[in-house]
């Protein structure tokens, strides 16, 4: 395992849109393995691998119930709505107001290509959306409505 470099948001990569995953091999395994290094490190709650360089629909979210790898993930049905604040391990000191939904069903792969579906409410339902946007080109900074003093925030994200 290694720890990989976290794109800052100037870097035009964040804005690109990920390629599908195709190969469930050590390659990936490797990926996950240093995106769940660096994620613990930088003791976050959610990584997605744009954030270090690779243009792949890869996402791993740790919100303290354990580390949960999304491959090629998906959204099928988001209900309801909720408005917290976030931040990101690409924009650092940057926190804001971003409504998202109050629950989402995601469909995706584990790292053996196996598929499996995934609910979450609160923090998970906010942290599988915020990751899925990154695969997407889009971060929190741009879809936020409200930005926040850093000094009034404690909790990262
Ligand atoms: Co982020």
Do not use: Y
């Not at 720890?3 to 195709?22: A, F, G, N, P």
């Not at 709505?81 to 000191?93: I, T």
């Amino acid at each position: 395992m290694a720890l990989r470099t976290i794109v800052l948001s100037d870097d035009e990569l964040l804005k690109k849109r990920s390629k599908m995953v195709t190969a469930f091999d050590e390659k990936l395994w490797q990926l996950l393995d240093d995106m769940a290094e660096t994620l613990e490190e930088a003791n976050g709650v959610g990584l997605a691998a744009p954030q270090v360089g690779i243009l792949r629909r890869v996402v791993i979210i740790d919100i303290g119930e354990g580390l949960i790898e999304l491959i090629n993930p998906e959204i099928v049905s988001a209900k309801g709505k909720q408005r917290e604040v976030e931040g990101c391990l690409s924009c650092p000191g940057k926190w804001g107001f971003v409504e998202r939904p109050e629950k989402v069903k995601v469909k995706a792969f584990d790292r053996f290509g196996k598929p499996f579906m995934v609910e979450g409410t609160e923090l998970l339902a906010i942290a599988m959306s915020h990751e899925i946007d990154h695969l997407n080109g889009v971060l929190f900074v741009d879809i936020a409505d409200e930005m926040v003093d850093p000094n009034s925030v404690e909790e990262e994200q």
